[in-house]
Nanobody, 126 residues
Framework: QLQASGGGLVQVGDSLKLACAVS????????MGWFRQAPGKEREFVGV????????YIANPMKGRFTISGNGAKNTVYLQMSSLKSDDTAVYYC?????????????????????WGQGTQVTVSS
């Protein structure tokens, strides 16, 4: 149902835009999130956007470099990454949640999401 794409091999300082497409147009969710997981590390929250696109939140370590956009009506959400660092190297996952939290900031854990895409590899080379 969720298809992440756009990953690749880039250089330090480059930009990259990931996309997450919801393949089944009859599905709606409350929020769409991005996570990443580097080898040997736990899955890390990157950002989240509400299904309407009106509310969004980027994790503090990525603020100023990453932005999240899109909405359910377009069936696609995006993660724009700029000024990439070698530490950004990871598999990036998009996820969808039907949980009903009051704040967009509350969708910040993997357990908050029921549906996951397959992941797309981002490698930042120095």
């Amino acid at each position: 149902q969720l298809q992440a794409s756009g990953g690749g091999l880039v250089q330090v300082g480059d930009s990259l835009k990931l996309a997450c497409a919801v393949s089944e147009r009859t599905f709606t969710y409350n929020a769409m999130g991005w996570f990443r997981q580097a080898p040997g590390k736990e899955r890390e929250f990157v950002g989240v956007i509400s299904w309407s696109g009106a509310r969004r939140y980027i994790a503090n370590p990525m603020k100023g470099r990453f932005t999240i956009s899109g909405n359910g009506a377009k069936n696609t959400v995006y993660l724009q990454m700029s000024s990439l660092k070698s530490d950004d190297t990871a598999v990036y996952y998009c996820a969808a949640s039907n949980r009903d939290y009051s704040g967009i900031y509350d969708y910040n854990r993997p357990v908050d999401y029921e549906y996951w895409g397959q992941g797309t590899q981002v490698t930042v080379s120095s």
